[in-house]
């Protein structure tokens, strides 16, 4: 085997132990999601091992039983363990019971192979994998959507808490997922003949295991800090006029400019109105038409755009990074974001449009 196709070979192998160290480094301050990462991680890392000892000592006899077994029982456990990943970030934790019944097939798929390794126990390990891949994918898409909407009716800014890259991670782990498909219909001998085939059969698998450690890494927001900021609540007697609540919560956020306070939440607004978090969220979105998120932010970006005016009709300079913290967002990148979002420019060109309006 070339060097460069054995660099291939070791590429995924390599990228999983790196992150498996980097969340093992971690593991004991870390939040439940990266626990379960720490796990993930490691599976595949013995997944990779054992992959890499398929091609560069067993390519003609094929792994040993015991081996074949730990395969997959590696590579049928580590679309669940991503699940039960997605199940803690989205703060819908799995019991032991279920975590069990989860893992379980696989496991028993496994200890099939070490009994009776032939093409039928191979067949069903590969139909269960396509099985959970889809499984992963849909359910795990779903959920990752609905935690979205919660952070959007819960948080003012989300820009640091959503998970949608982990729903476009998904869609590109189906595609891997349908290209390794092919890869067990050609077979080993095909690639082990084919070595050049390899840069293209793993350099994705490599990437997309790279930029799944990295963004579950780099994520700071904890789902306990969600659970606190989101505890259950008795809902009390609904208001009899809900244009009493909508007065109240008018009153709060336009006249009193409430929404120039930092990290307001959902929970803020209803304590400071006297009501409960779904009475104001079912106001917000029924009679505004739009997620608690998006209507704190709009009132913020139109609270920018008077504040933008003013300091051009006195020949001001508007220091945008000043103006951000100013009407209530963290930073200048959100500002930035949501500014595009309810305009469609970026606040320059707002500003320069304006300008030759008034011209």
């Given amino acids: ?109 496994a200890l099939a192979i070490l009994i009776w390794n032939n093409e039928v126990t191979d067949g069903l390990r590969q139909l269960l994998t396509g099985m959970q891949v889809i499984g992963v994918v849909i359910f795990g898409y779903r959920r990752l959507h609905a935690f979205d909407r919660k952070l959007s009716e819960l948080y003012a800014e989300t820009e640091d808490k959503k998970v949608q890259p982990i729903r476009i991670l998904l869609v590109a782990m189906l595609l891997i997922a349908l290209n390794s498909f092919v890869l067990n219909i050609l077979g080993r001998e095909y690639f082990i003949a084919a070595q050049w085939m ?74 400071e109105v006297g009501s409960c978090r779904t009475y104001v969220s079912n106001y917000i979105n029924k009679e505004m038409h739009c997620s608690f998120s998006d209507y704190v932010n709009r009132l913020r970006i139109e609270h920018a755009k008077m504040v933008m005016l003013q300091h051009a009709r006195h020949g001001g300079a508007s220091k945008f990074s000043v103006i951000a913290i100013d009407v209530g967002f963290s930073g200048e990148q959100s500002f930035y974001r949501n500014f595009r979002k309810f305009t469609g420019m970026t606040p320059l060109e707002w500003l320069d449009s304006q300008r030759r309006g008034s011209s």
């Fill in 1 to 109: 085997m070339s060097i460069l196709c054995s660099v291939f070979v070791a590429l995924p192998l390599l990228v999983c132990l790196f992150w498996f160290v980097m969340y093992a480094a971690v593991h004991h301050h870390a939040d439940a999601a990266k626990k379960v990462q720490t796990v993930f991680f490691g599976v595949c890392t013995v997944l990779y091992i054992c992959h890499n000892l398929l091609y560069h000592v067993y390519a003609e006899t094929g792994l040993p039983t015991p081996l074949e077994s730990l395969w997959a029982a590696c590579s049928t456990s580590v679309y669940p363990i991503h699940f039960l990943y997605i199940c803690w970030l989205t703060a819908q934790p799995v019991s032991r019971r279920k975590m069990m019944l989860i893992l379980s097939p696989g496991l028993v798929v």
């Fill in 198 to 271: 390899i840069v293209f059969a793993l350099s994705p698998i490599a990437i997309l295991l790279f930029v799944l450690g990295y963004i579950g890494y780099r994520r700071s927001f904890r789902v306990e800090q969600f659970l606190a900021d989101n505890p259950d609540e008795p809902l009390p007697v609904a208001p009899a006029d809900n244009k009493e609540l909508g007065a109240k919560i008018e009153h709060l956020m336009v006249t009193k400019a409430y929404y120039l306070q930092h990290n307001i939440t959902l929970t803020d607004v209803a304590r």
